[in-house]
């Protein structure tokens, strides 16, 4: 927990660094305007002048690689807005969350490309021919554009068709967990355990959704052949409201279902109870420990395997 506290105020920190940076770079380019618009080397830094040249006519080298800082700063700054709108709609809405994370991460591959070509464009290269070239076209499928197109499709279908949310509890080959993120090209999803694992979107091809809907908890609990079945019943009747009073987790229930089984031990009941997928193995847990306390009350013994030895004796 105290790790989780110090993660946050770290992050919290950052952003706060991140945002002050950013005004006052807008700032220094907004009063640059009025009080040092003739100067040479803020019109290098404004990335929306057109770049000065020397006096015979060509770019120096280093204004050039001032004004590819300028355009790192504008691009990184303006993509970064976006994604923190897109992070606080993600906050403030169920619905949506998906399609917020996924526009959060295309924003952030479109701003890196644009920043890409805003720097060779600095340098004095020709990024229309570049852009339009068949070379780099051919370069770009040959270097696996087809797998990326698969998966921002995926991704699209995944999030407009809302097969799941940020924050719904999925199974995927096996592996169960919370959907922390969705991007263009993947998908992150954490267990219980904090362990995470990465799928693409267009490997996620059958799923289970176990947030969809409420969840049943289910406690199978072993009595005594000596115990009265009856009795139990009854004291099972009389006290199950106060455990779902005493454990908000529990939406409806617990109930009551039955003997499930006849075991070599003993009598197997069940108890269910409707809960969100989330709080599932907790409320199975509360009710497991609940039933104990009630049974223990009440001289209701809950069995445990014994092994019976017979010693035969041969009397010659």
Not at 298 to 313: E, K, L, R, Y
Request: charged share 20%; proline share 2%; aromatic share 10%.
């Amino acid at each position: 927990m105290e790790m989780k506290r110090g993660k946050l105020k770290l992050t919290i920190t950052a952003h706060t660094i991140a945002v002050a940076l950013i005004v006052a770079g807008y700032v220094f380019l907004i009063v640059g305007s009025f009080l040092w618009k003739d100067n040479h080397y803020y019109q290098v830094l404004n990335p929306f002048v057109e770049f000065p040249l020397n006096a015979d006519g060509k770019k120096d080298e280093f204004d050039q690689f001032l004004r590819i800082i300028a355009l790192s700063f504008v691009i990184i700054t303006i993509t970064y807005i976006i994604r923190m709108i897109f992070k606080i709609f993600e906050v403030k809405f169920k619905r949506g969350r998906s399609f917020a994370s996924l526009m959060g991460s295309f924003v952030k591959y479109i701003g890196t490309i644009i920043l890409i070509f805003a720097i060779l464009s600095a340098l004095g290269i020709d990024t229309t021919v570049l852009l339009a070239s068949a070379g780099i076209l051919s370069l770009i499928v040959g270097l696996g554009a087809q797998p990326l197109i698969e998966d921002i499709f995926a991704g699209v279908f995944i999030v407009f068709e809302h097969t799941f949310e940020i924050g719904d509890i999925i199974l995927v080959d096996g592996f169960r967990g919370t959907v922390k993120e969705m991007g263009v090209r993947t998908t992150k999803i954490e267990d219980a355990g904090g362990d995470i694992k990465v799928i693409n979107n267009s490997d996620i091809r059958t799923l289970i959704n176990m947030t969809s809907k409420l969840s049943t908890a289910v406690c199978d609990i072993s009595i005594s052949y000596s115990d009265d079945i009856e009795k139990v019943e009854k004291i099972l009747k009389d006290n199950l409201d106060k455990i779902k009073k005493k454990h908000k987790t529990i939406i409806d229930g617990p109930t009551y279902v039955g003997v499930q089984s006849l075991s070599d031990n003993g009598v197997i009941i069940r108890i269910i109870a409707q809960c969100n997928e989330m709080m599932r193995y907790q409320v199975q847990r509360d009710i497991n420990r609940e039933i104990l306390i009630l049974f223990n009350k009440n001289n209701i013994t809950i069995p445990f395997p014994q092994v019976v030895v017979h010693n035969s004796i041969d009397n010659k």
